[in-house]
């Protein structure tokens, strides 16, 4: 498959896999008329704002720290980026002992696809190896047994777990009609997962999260084991024995080393783009397991996150207890999003989504409404937060007060630079 229809692909699946705050990251819902005289704390209940511009600051309860649910993959991302690099690429690798046992050793990429075992499948063959004993799979450089803090095992896919040999992000896609259901993806092979999950669903198109349809096993690790074997069959790669879970003998050196074709930056540009609580939690996982070591856990991934938010705030601190925005109990105030705009600002015209002309991240809970991004002036940028905690939705009509006041302030900074100096 080419770049193109690959990324293409990514693209898809992304915009179906989403944490719920996507129907607002790509459409602003209408905004109620309001007057520039209007006061924007006027339109906050229990909430904080904060704007930068040139003239002064304009916010209120800015140093107080409310849920910012999916904004806190901004915080996840400069924390990322700190400990992992912009170029930081993601590993999987492969091995082959005496006995032609294949193992496949998983490296926690978000990006592992259907299209990428297809592309692993053809580097084997290229090498020759065209049979193999049993395929084992080792997802042992992740502990990761519970769900995220937060996430409801529901069917929809942003509410899926995290792993170190996790497929297609967890999901799957099915069309169920009157009389069976088959792979809604062409690239992804009717393995028995489809059929078994597909007699609980209703007819038509659905993208699931795997993890709401088994309660007993490691479905997710199954999905892999199917995958696998699946595309490695339709590959004309013969396994003669099973498919089976173990680790990989610390004596073998890899015969394939699969560097994920997107480095962090580009991840990162995704994730905010699609909202996807799968990737930011396994760059918050990863973090974890580059500073204390594997396999990564929640509670290391809490630690990296400690560390580097005690590097970053003075006094008070945000309190992050998962990477996506999922829980409840993540805690940050609009002045300290506001410093992580700050620092992000180097590669915000690269990882920011951009909608109507503003660089925006959204983040939406029931009961929570946030923005955080930047208002531009030619190549200058000014970041912008807004946390709501409340049941009236008025963001969008408190993001329009802010706009006009920066282009107030704008308006006055370039006009009071222009006056002729006495």
């Known amino acids: 498959m080419s770049q193109s229809l690959f990324r293409a692909h990514i693209f898809k699946t992304l915009s179906l896999a989403v944490c719920c705050s996507l129907p607002v990251l790509l459409t602003f819902t209408p905004v109620p008329v309001v007057h520039a005289e209007t006061s924007p704390a006027a339109l906050v209940e229990n909430g904080s704002y ?34 992992l690099g912009e170029n930081y690429r993601f590993t999987t690798k492969l091995y082959l002992n005496n006995e032609h046992d294949l193992y496949i050793e998983g490296g926690g990429d978000p990006f592992l696809t259907s299209e990428v075992i297809t592309h692993l499948a053809s580097q084997l063959k290229n090498q020759g190896i065209n049979e193999i004993h049993n395929l084992v799979l080792d997802a042992s450089n992740y502990n990761t047994p519970e769900q995220p803090e937060g996430a409801l095992n529901s069917a929809n896919p942003y509410d899926t777990r995290n792993g170190a040999l996790v497929v297609n992000f967890n999901s799957l896609s099915i069309i169920k009609t009157d009389k069976k259901a088959v792979s809604a993806e062409k690239q992804t092979p009717n393995i028995p997962l489809v059929q078994e999950i597909g007699k609980k669903l209703p007819k038509g198109k659905h993208r699931i999260n795997v993890w709401a349809f088994s309660k007993k096993e490691d479905i997710s690790l199954r999905y892999t084991k199917e995958l696998f074997s699946a595309i490695f069959a339709r590959e004309n ?16 050196a890899p015969v394939l080393v699969y560097r994920s074709e997107k480095n962090l930056t580009e991840m990162l540009q995704l994730c905010l ?15 974890g397991k580059q500073q204390y070591g594997a396999p990564a856990t929640w509670q290391k991934g809490r630690k ?9 705030f003075s006094d008070t601190r945000p309190e ?14 609009a002045n300290q999003l506001v410093t992580v705009l700050e620092r992000l600002s180097p590669l915000a015209d690269k990882i920011m989504p951009l909608k109507e002309g503003i660089m925006v991240k959204s983040g939406t809970l029931t009961g929570v409404y946030c923005y955080a991004g930047y ?4 190549t200058k940028l000014y970041p912008f937060a807004i946390l709501l905690n409340q049941q009236n ?27 002729p100096t006495p």
Request: charged letters at 20%; a neutral charge.
């Open 304 to 312: 990296a996150m400690e560390l580097f938010i005690q590097d970053t």
């Open 273 to 287: 783009k699609y909202s996807s609580n799968y990737i930011a939690n396994q760059l918050f996982l990863e973090i």
């Open 393 to 419: 939705n008025s963001r969008d009509a408190l993001l329009k007060l802010l706009h006009h006041q920066f282009y107030v302030d704008i308006k006055h900074e370039n006009s009071s630079s222009s006056q």
């Open 237 to 252: 790669i013969v396994l003669k024995g099973k498919t089976i879970t173990g680790s990989v003998d610390p004596s073998l």
């Open 375 to 378: 208002f531009k002036d030619f």
């Open 50 to 83: 904060i704007l930068k511009t040139p003239a002064e600051d304009h916010a209120y309860n800015q140093d107080i720290k409310f849920v910012p649910a999916s904004t806190t993959k901004l915080l996840t991302a400069l924390a990322a980026l700190h400990y």
């Open 320 to 333: 992050i207890v998962e990477g996506s925005g999922l829980s409840r109990q993540n805690r940050i105030s």
